[in-house]
């Protein structure tokens, strides 16, 4: 039997429905979204659906030494995870070298830095990849070399993956598109148009997000207008968003990943446009432009609750040499009307911190 220091709400496999249903009614009768019982989808190796409630566990008795190897660092997004990392990790007695890739064009230096946490022996390996397949073979090399990688965020389509700290952004994408959809409501469908910004093209997350927003819209697709991928860096996306708007000024509705949403809010608050701007995930831009109304709203898959759950998953491995298990915060909406009942820490670092990287030697 897994033991995992959360409270276990369920042992039973329940649907997705049932799992929605505890965390509205849990948010429902919350002043405010916190850490502490924060509610959490667990599904294990027999793909049993259960709801825990997150726990800050105990230091481990002997320090431990994990690699961590992120995409980049160019938003407050993965600063989020950079902080949650360090932080749980400096609880639990746990030593987390973090390594950034530059971006995700990037792979040749992600798979330089993760062959150097292999030579270099660490307990663990946390991986945010920055593509889907194309690290395989070196977690594999890893899982022969007995070093367990935890799958962080971002997916990779490996069976030799320990334990997973991550959601679907189908869901990410879905939800997005939900809201969007309640707003459509009232609108006439013939002149409407939609900018969709998807970001890195191959990336993981963003092939879900891409899906989950489609297929929810499937009764819009004549009304969506697919803006381009490219690397979710200030320079692409303003590229990209300028190009897209020069082109097609009546815009209705710009939707897409936080860095193309950021760019977009600026540039329509500046020229007074009406267009309406939704992301599919949070940063701090994001969460700033909600709160100034202009943004709309934004899914959140609240990151440095997820770093915090691959860290605790390395404490799991080490303790208890867990059978595989993945497990995940349940996406929320945030817009203007619940922006202050959720805990900020858990979807952005503090307002003083500065992410923590290292070079390799």
Not at 45 to 74: A, G, H, M, W
Not at 323 to 338: E, G, R, T, V, W
């Amino acid at each position: 039997m897994i033991k995992f220091n959360f409270y276990k709400r369920s042992n039973m496999k329940i649907v997705k429905i049932v799992i929605s249903i505890i965390f509205i009614i849990y948010y429902l009768q919350s002043s405010a979204l916190e850490l502490n019982n924060f509610p959490l989808k667990l599904t294990n190796d027999k793909n049993q659906i259960s709801t825990i409630f997150y726990k800050r566990q105990e230091p481990l008795e002997d320090k431990t030494k994990i690699c961590v190897l992120l995409p980049n660092v160019l938003d407050k997004y993965w600063w989020a995870v950079n902080y949650g990392i360090s932080d749980e990790s400096s609880h639990l007695n746990i030593e987390a070298d973090i390594f950034d890739a530059g971006g995700y064009d990037n792979l040749a230096k992600q798979k330089e830095q993760f062959k150097y946490c292999i030579n270099q022996k660490y307990d663990v390996i946390i991986l945010s990849a920055i593509n889907s397949t194309k690290l395989n073979d070196d977690i594999t090399l890893a899982k022969n070399e007995e070093i367990p990688v935890i799958d962080l965020i971002n997916g990779v389509d490996s069976n030799d993956i320990a334990a997973r700290a991550s959601l679907s952004f189908y869901e990410m994408g879905a939800i997005t598109a939900k809201y969007l959809l309640a707003e459509l409501k009232t609108k006439p469908r013939k002149k409407l148009k939609i900018a969709w910004f998807p970001g890195p093209k191959d990336a993981t997350w963003v092939i879900e997000a891409d899906k989950g927003f489609m297929e929810t819209l499937k009764e819009y697709h004549k009304n969506i207008i697919n803006a381009g991928f490219g690397a979710t860096d200030k320079e692409a996306q303003a590229d990209l968003v300028r190009n897209f708007l020069l082109k097609n000024p009546d815009t209705n509705y710009l939707v897409g990943n936080a860095v193309a949403a950021d760019i977009a809010a600026k540039y329509f608050k500046i020229n007074k446009k009406k267009t309406k701007v939704l992301s599919f995930y949070m940063t701090e831009s994001i969460y700033e432009h909600i709160i100034s109304n202009d943004i709309l709203a934004a899914a959140s898959d609240f990151p440095t609750v997820q770093a915090r759950i691959s860290i605790n998953l390395v404490k799991e491995i080490i303790d208890n040499k867990a059978k595989f298990m993945q497990i995940s915060p349940f996406p929320n909406m945030i817009d203007k009307a619940n922006i202050m009942q959720i805990d900020k820490s858990m979807i952005l670092p503090p307002d003083d911190y500065h992410y923590k990287i290292k070079d390799l030697k």
